[in-house]
């Protein structure tokens, strides 16, 4: 370990991708500011200027984002806030420190309408307030540094909060029906290995737009959920329906493969199968 690595901030530090983000920074050496929505309210500018500069900190992992996509299509003025304005102000705070930023953008920032998936070249085009507010984010992150990095990632799942998987195991053990869209695939993102990437391509030459997400087969939720029900040795019947059947507000992206050019152009290895992240997630989720 090495103990002279500097601060770094950590916005939503108590989410998904935050929790494990701050244990592996530390880990490493890093002096961690770790921030949650109680210290840093990202829909109020004047605190995130006050609470990030009153750190000395050479970088900012920006992890916290209004993230119940469906919310934001009603809560649209609050989605705008949090992810565009809120990121845009973070950027603001970043470049009066002399911080790098590194923010965390979507699979939603594509419409899906590919059969083959997504590199960081191609063109995006959100369809659902969720994506356009992050897309925004990634716009003020990249103008405003080129030093900044807009990491993209695609179904997270890990052990720190509520996730799919979990609702999934959930709702198989208590008996409930399980009917799961069977037409949207993507390529499933265990935390903790998204969290050791993030690290590792800020510390490399790497900037600008990068895809990170677990390597593997891609498949549909409906194979995902099979595959987590399996691992966790739950018998339980599920069966396949359609995104348009199962009638979720916002829209989502039918192809959420994301493909990487750019991590191979600087010699950073993908990251491991997801999955080994879905075997680690399964062995500590909790017996019941
Ligand atoms: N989850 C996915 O499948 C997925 C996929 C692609 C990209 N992403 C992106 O990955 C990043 C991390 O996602 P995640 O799954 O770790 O998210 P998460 O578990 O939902 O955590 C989000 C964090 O943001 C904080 N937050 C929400 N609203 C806030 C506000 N108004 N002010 C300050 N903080 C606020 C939350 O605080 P509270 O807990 O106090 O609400 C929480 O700490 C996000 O930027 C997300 O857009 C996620």
């Known amino acids: 370990m090495d103990s002279n690595l500097g601060t770094v901030i950590v916005t939503g530090a108590n989410g998904q991708l935050g929790t494990p983000l701050c244990e592996r920074l530390s880990a490493k050496g890093y002096t961690v500011v770790p921030l949650t929505r109680e210290e840093l309210e990202l829909t109020d500018p004047e605190a995130i200027l006050r609470v990030l500069e009153s750190f000395e900190a050479h970088t900012i992992y920006h992890c916290a984002a209004m993230t119940a996509v469906d919310d934001c299509e009603t809560q649209q003025d609050l989605a705008y806030a949090v992810n565009s304005i809120g990121t845009q102000t ?6 009066r420190m002399s911080a790098k930023v590194i923010y965390v953008s979507t699979d939603y920032v594509f419409d899906g309408l590919s059969n083959e998936g997504y590199d960081e070249f191609d063109d995006t085009n959100p369809r659902s307030i969720y994506g356009r507010s992050k897309f925004f984010g990634e716009k003020a992150v990249l103008a405003s540094s080129p030093e900044n990095i807009v990491v993209r990632v695609s179904w997270l799942f890990g052990p720190a909060g509520r996730n799919f ?9 208590s008996g409930k029906e399980l009917k799961v869209v069977a037409d949207q695939r993507g390529l499933p993102t265990y935390a903790p290995h998204l969290a050791d990437k993030m690290i590792e391509i800020t510390e490399s030459k790497l900037a600008g737009v990068v895809h990170v997400t677990g390597t593997g087969n891609a498949v549909t939720w409906l194979d995902f959920a099979r595959s987590a029900l399996k691992l966790a040795n739950i018998d339980h019947p599920t069966s396949a329906t359609t995104a348009r059947d199962y009638g979720l507000p916002a829209p989502r992206p039918n192809c959420s493969i994301l493909h990487s050019r750019v991590l191979p152009a600087f010699g950073i290895a993908l990251c491991p199968p997801w999955l080994d992240g879905l075997s680690d997630f399964v062995e500590q989720y909790p017996a019941s």
């Open 90 to 95: 973070v950027c603001r705070a970043a470049l």
């Open 165 to 173: 998987v979990s609702a999934i195991i959930d709702r198989a053990r």
